[in-house]
T-cell receptor, first 116, second 111 residues
Framework: KAGVTQTPRYLIKTRGQQVTLSCSPI?????VSWYQQTPGQGLQFLFE???????NKGNFPGRFSGRQFSNSRSEMNVSTLELGDSALYLC???????????????FGSGTRLTVV | SQQGEEDPQALSIQEGENATMNCSYK?????LQWYRQNSGRGLVHLIL?????REKHSGRLRVTLDTSKKSSSLLITASRAADTASYFC???????????FGEGTQLTVNP
């Protein structure tokens, strides 16, 4: 079956712009989580969605937002981009139905965002 | 700070040797998971071990969990060059509702 699909794979944006990243989870997976990965901070949790509701949010400023659609596809948006937002953004889906990650995550290949 | 801390940060071995990576965590967990990441790609789930389990196997992988010491180890037997990757442990905290990742161990397997 198809894996987790993230688009686009690469993005170059200018400071101050905004960006939208997309994630299509594995069919049947309703939980979608987003992580930011940088060399200095490692993997940092952004947020998690289930059935169109944000269930959990990490410690990121309000410039980072997301949403989930009825087909479980998810988007995340970053407004007013800063140089420090340059990172690999990873989306993961899982079979978990409750708020606990009781199943392994399936990750997409990520979106590499570069802010110049 | 990261919940899980992997040790060592980097490991270089020859093909055919075994590789052992360790993960320590600070608070009680429901489960602990190991992932592999190849050079800036997405993470691949390897094994999930629950807090009431002590050992799990999957092919050449063996994971142990010692909840009294708050630590886990990942053993890769008979390593191959294709095992070269970063390996992360991730914890599902009893008090939380997200997977928290460690900083990873960079494994290099030399042919």
């Amino acid at each position: 079956k198809a894996g987790v699909t993230q688009t686009p794979r690469y993005l170059i944006k200018t400071r101050g712009q905004q960006v939208t990243l997309s994630c299509s989870p594995i069919s049947g997976h309703r939980s979608v989580s987003w992580y930011q990965q940088t060399p200095g901070q490692g993997l940092q949790f952004l947020f998690e969605y289930f059935s169109e509701t944000q269930r959990n949010k990490g410690n990121f400023p309000g410039r980072f937002s997301g949403r989930q659609f009825s087909n479980s596809r998810s988007e995340m948006n970053v407004s007013t981009l800063e140089l420090g937002d340059s990172a690999l953004y990873l989306c993961a889906s899982s079979l978990s139905r409750g708020p606990k990650p009781n199943y392994g995550y399936t990750f997409g290949s990520g979106t590499r965002l570069t802010v110049v | 700070s990261q919940q899980g801390e992997e040790d060592p940060q980097a490991l270089s071995i020859q093909e055919g040797e075994n590789a052992t990576m360790n993960c320590s965590y600070k608070t009680s967990i429901n489960n602990l998971q190991w992932y592999r990441q190849n050079s800036g790609r997405g993470l691949v789930h390897l094994i999930l071990i629950r807090s009431n389990e002590r050992e799990k196997h999957s092919g050449r992988l063996r994971v142990t969990l010692d909840t009294s010491k708050k630590s886990s180890s990942l053993l890769i037997t008979a390593s191959r060059a294709a095992d070269t990757a970063s390996y992360f442990c991730a914890t599902d905290l009893t008090s939380g509702s997200r997977l928290t990742f460690g900083e990873g161990t960079q494994l290099t397997v030399n042919p």
